[in-house]
């Protein structure tokens, strides 16, 4: 089976109502089109690029959508983090981590519990 990915996507702070209230979170196509299927990928990290810098939140993806300029990545459930995570490698493109990186096991689609 298939470890289960998390896309990490560097946000700066003019996004964080699209995140927060309106629970989608876009990439500019110049960065690439993500791959969630190819690298199994069911959840996304926002990675706030102002302080405090990292993330606190794991979101499952529900979808995404092609526009002319970018995609839109439709979010679901959150789960917050135990500590602020900082293992970003660059901030100028998305990453794909494994979820244990984040002390999460996938119990259902969209349903996550700590792996202690």
């Not at 996004?15 to 629970?23: A, C, I």
Request: overall charge negative; aromatic content about 12%; charged content about 25%.
């Amino acid at each position: 089976m298939q470890s289960i990915s998390v896309l990490v996507v560097p946000e700066t702070e003019e996004f964080t109502e699209d995140v927060s209230h309106h629970d989608v979170v876009w990439i500019n196509k110049s960065l690439g089109k993500p791959n969630l299927k190819g690298r199994n990928a069911k959840y996304l990290v926002p990675y706030w690029l102002k302080e405090p810098v990292g993330a606190n939140r794991i979101y499952h993806i529900l979808d995404i959508t092609e526009y002319d300029e970018c995609y839109g990545i439709k979010l679901g459930n959150s789960f917050i983090l135990s500590q602020q995570w900082c293992g970003m490698a660059q901030k100028r493109r998305f990453e794909y981590w494994d979820l244990t990186e984040f002390q999460f096991v996938e119990i259902c689609p969209g349903l996550l519990t700590p792996n202690r």
